[in-house]
C-alpha cells in the first residue's frame, strides 16, 4: 500500500559484471631535451606500441592514440586551473588555458600488436586509453631523467617552465 502523501514508484538496480574483460596492453617510450636556460621541454622522440585486439581501422586508432598523446601532453604540459583568492577563475577561456596544438605535438612512432580477444565475436579490445592515461607520468618521468644532474624527485604535473624553474631552484637549495 502506498502512504498517504506520497508517490508510488517503480524501482530496481540490477549488476553485470563480466568474468573477464577485454582489456588493452601497450607501452610507451619518450625522449625529451630540457633547455637549461628557458625550462623548455622538446620531445625528441616517442614511441607507442599497444595490443588492441583485432585492429578494424588503422586509420582511426593511429588518430585515437595520437589524440590520445595530445591530451595526455596537455595534462602533463600546458593545462592547469588558476584561481584568484575570492575563487574565480582566471584563465577561463582558450585565450588564457594553454592547450597543445598541432606544432607542439611531436609525431609518435606507433606499432600495433595484434591478439585477438576471446571474450567478443571481433576479438576487439579498448584503444582510447592506450594514448591518453600512461603519457603525463612518463613525461614527468623522462624530464625527471632529462634533469638528472640537478637531483629533481617530480611528483606532481603540469610542468611548466615556470614549475621546472622552481624545482631546479629549490633542488639547488
Known sequence: AVKPGTEPGLEATDYF???????ASGVH?????VDPETMMVQIKRHVVVH???TVINPMILE????GGVAQGLGNAFYEQLHWDDNGQLLNASFMDFLLPTADTVPHVEMDHVETPSPLNPLGIKGAGEAGAIPVAPLFAQAV???LSDYGLEITEIPLSPNRLFELVTEARG
Open 17 to 23: 559484471g563480466p568474468e573477464r574483460g577485454a582489456t
Open 29 to 33: 617510450a619518450m625522449i625529451v631535451e
Open 51 to 53: 595490443d588492441c585486439g
Open 63 to 66: 588518430g585515437q592514440v595520437q
Open 144 to 146: 625527471e631523467d632529462a
